[in-house]
């Protein structure tokens, strides 16, 4: 018994979707036929997939081993065919993209929006988790990274760059004391970031003092905004999250002069080669929307602030 491409396509995405009545749902086939595609595969291979046990499917570590020579070498199939094509056919197949929750929301879904308005007949996949992914082997064909690159296997192409911005509401400053030079910082407390350790995303340099921990932690940039805003502590997050806040005064940013390495946010994607045209395609478009000084860096990083960042600055004032 042999295996087809289709039943490799199915294998993952019965991995991906954790199910088959998931993986059933995502290609718009029966879960009769996903389930006899995958009894056949492990028939053909003649080792088991997935264990199966009340109802929960799970997958075995050859699955994981064979899933992670898969992914590069189907994708690789794939970019070969399409290279093909002629230059004006329409972009066919799915693209799917990983970005960080805040960024993908505020400002990467517009953008996408257009290119799949564009492309329409491209299936576009969306998935938006704070916490970084292993792009190939979780079978996304992109993604968008906040801050330095870690992982040096991916291309990459940097969209822009952003600073972080220490910040405050006024009521909180009003009651716990203002913060006019950097020793200040050590009475207060800090909302923390579950996906690291402040002294790790610390931008200002091992001499400026690191706020104390606070009693919060938070697993989203919008979630420590706003609990920043209710008065909560103090919060260190990149321009693009608080930018509005700071805009209409419900947010002070503290210290601005303090020098600072900005954030750089980049498009990667895994080194498929030759590069399929539809991961090129969409990574041109973002980099376009990107080009320039970002929207919500316009009027916000003008030089002059009060040093202390102590003056909410309204609409009129940008």
Not at 130 to 157: E, T, Y
Not at 190 to 209: C, H, K, Q, S
Request: hydrophobic content about 45%.
């Amino acid at each position: 018994m042999g295996w087809t491409i289709a039943d490799l396509e199915t294998f993952l995405a019965v991995l991906d979707a954790g199910s088959i009545s998931g993986a059933a749902a995502r290609a718009d086939l029966s879960k009769s036929v996903v389930s006899k595609r995958i009894s056949d595969f492990e028939a053909a291979l003649g080792v088991a997939l997935f264990t199966r046990h009340a109802g929960r499917i799970t997958p075995t570590d050859s699955a994981l081993a064979l899933a992670g020579r898969l992914r590069p070498a189907l994708a690789e199939l794939i970019a070969a065919t399409e290279s093909t094509a002629a230059p004006e056919a329409p972009l066919r197949g799915r693209l799917a993209i990983a970005a960080p929750m805040s960024f993908g929301i505020r400002h990467l879904g517009p953008v996408i929006a257009g290119f799949a308005r564009a492309h329409p007949d491209l299936e576009i996949v969306l998935d938006y988790d704070d916490r970084q992914v292993d792009l190939a082997r979780a079978g996304f064909d992109l993604g968008l990274r906040i801050g330095h690159l870690k992982d040096s296997s991916l291309m990459a192409r940097r969209l822009c760059e952003d600073p972080r911005a220490l910040v405050a509401s006024p009521d909180y400053l009003a009651q716990h004391g203002q913060i006019r030079q950097p020793g200040d910082l050590a009475r207060h407390a800090v909302i923390g970031y579950l996906n690291a350790r402040l002294a790790e995303i610390w931008p200002f340099g091992a001499d400026v003092t690191l706020p104390r921990a606070g009693r919060i932690t938070a697993n989203n940039g919008e979630a420590m905004r706003d609990l920043a805003i209710g008065g909560l502590g103090l919060a260190l997050l990149p321009m693009f999250i608080v930018h509005d806040a700071l805009r209409d005064g419900r947010l002070v940013r503290l210290l601005p002069a303090l020098p600072q390495e900005p954030l750089p946010i980049s498009v990667v994607w895994p080194p498929i080669r030759p590069m399929p045209r539809k991961t090129r395609a969409l990574v041109d478009h973002i980099a376009a929307a990107f080009a320039g000084e970002p929207l919500w860096q316009r009027g916000l990083l003008t030089e002059g602030e009060d040093a202390g960042g102590l003056a909410p600055r309204t609409p009129e004032d940008i």
